[in-house]
């Protein structure tokens, strides 16, 4: 959506672009972009629909950084790190748009809950790295987060699955199965793109395995 402030002069109120099909090629999930911050709606190619989030205030879920499950009803996204947005853990329902927050770290909340990088696995478990941190009233960078396993709220039944902490993690890719995950690990806090690649198993039972001294954009191949 352009506005036309007149004189030749226009400004973008909205901006869109596409991230990722659902596998079915049903929903298109799109980014959202405005003068100042972004959002996520979903896009039905077949009948033009777009749906957009309700209740996603203080929310980060854009850009590409999220999970849709295998059958495209549900969006889980995660923010590590506070600031413009609040940290935390939410689910979307991609019929409706609505925002559930599952964790929640922000300047009302003690102790903040932040997590990254969720993905709920086959069995119906969700995956995701987490942190539990007393409220400071600073902004949350680099918290130290734990591998953990819970029930699809991201509360029942959570256990910490690894003795490893991951404090300058940039992305993370999930085995199908979630028995493994591979993070690239940067080897400085102040590389905010890509890292070492390195495999951790999800039972805790094997040592991590390096794979590459460094990998950005991991994806699955065919």
Known sequence: QVDDLGDGLTFPRELYWPESYSADGSKLIITLGYYE????????????????????????????????????????AANPSSGMFNAGLWRVNTATGDVTTLLLGSY??????????????????????????????????????????SAADGVTGRAVLRPETFENMNEAIWAPDASFVIVANPALPEIYQGGAAQLYYTDGQKAMVPLVSYALKMKWGP
């Open 37 to 76: 911050g972004a959002s996520t709606a979903i896009y039905y190619p077949n009948g033009g629909a777009l749906v957009r989030l309700n209740g996603a205030e203080g929310a980060m879920i854009c850009c590409g950084d999220y999970h849709l499950t295998s059958d495209a009803s549900t969006l889980y």
């Open 108 to 149: 009302d909340t003690n102790p903040a809950e932040v997590a990254d990088n969720p993905f709920l696995a086959p069995d119906g478990q969700l995956y995701y790295f987490y942190a539990s941190l007393p409220n400071t009233g600073e902004f949350i960078d680099h918290p130290p987060l734990q591998l953990v396993r």
